[in-house]
T-cell receptor, first 114, second 111 residues
């Protein structure tokens, strides 16, 4: 198992609400990437944070936003939830103490929007 | 845009047989190609990776090959075991950039 943790494990929200998901990176890692994995599909890149700045963004609308804190942990915020936002949200950490490009995933947060 | 295609979508093999999963990437600047195994309800787990300066890499029963000219890379699992049953994802990236994932291959190994 990796040292990447995520909270909460599961979440149920209503359409139009807002949600915050949290990720703690593995010790020695300074980069956090967020992915959305819909049922039966591969993870889709949302954005990446490096040294508290957004460092790349995928094809997701602005209502998906994030933060990275000085301890390298990160949050994903989603506003105005839509039914299609129902998915497994994965964060992955990487950086300083791992070879370039290697990303290690957390267990994910399963979000259900009703 | 960047794209990774993965085949087959499902693969069933008898225990002890070999399994091969193939991927094709579109961005010629890609230089890092990891493979992840995801068991039901669990996180994707990095099982092997290869960089663009290497043509083949092996780790026990698992090997990965890369053909940069054709933009193809493949995962080979030999002597498959029931515990190899899972969904396997290939991915491609440029250095420390985002991972672009394939659509996954569901591997079933029958005893």
């Amino acid at each position: 198992e990796t040292g990447v943790t995520q909270s909460p494990t599961h979440l149920i929200k209503t359409r139009g609400q807002q949600v915050t998901l949290r990720c703690s990176s593995q010790s020695g890692h300074n980069t956090v990437s967020w992915y959305q994995q819909a049922l039966g599909q591969g993870p889709q890149f949302i954005f990446q944070y490096y040294r508290e700045e957004e460092n790349g963004r995928g094809n997701f609308p602005p209502r998906f936003s994030g933060l990275q804190f000085p301890n390298y942990s990160s949050e994903l915020n989603v506003n105005a939830l839509e039914l299609d936002d129902s998915a497994l949200y994965l964060c992955a950490s990487s950086g300083m103490t791992s070879p370039p490009g290697e990303q290690y995933f957390g267990p994910g947060t399963r979000l259900t929007v009703t | 845009g960047e794209n990774v295609e993965q085949h087959p979508s499902t693969l069933s093999v008898q225990e002890g047989d070999s399994a091969v999963i193939k991927c094709t990437y579109s961005d010629s600047a890609s230089n890092y190609f990891p493979w992840y195994k995801q068991e039901l309800g669990k996180r994707p787990q990095l099982i092997i990776d290869i960089r663009s300066n290497v043509g083949e890499k092996k780790d026990q029963r698992i090997a990965v090959t890369l053909n940069k000219t054709a933009k193809h890379f493949s995962l080979h699992i030999t002597e498959t075991q029931p515990e190899d049953s899972a969904v396997y994802f290939c991915a491609a990236s440029i250095s420390t950039d985002k991972l672009i994932f394939g659509t996954g291959t569901r591997l079933q190994v029958f005893p």
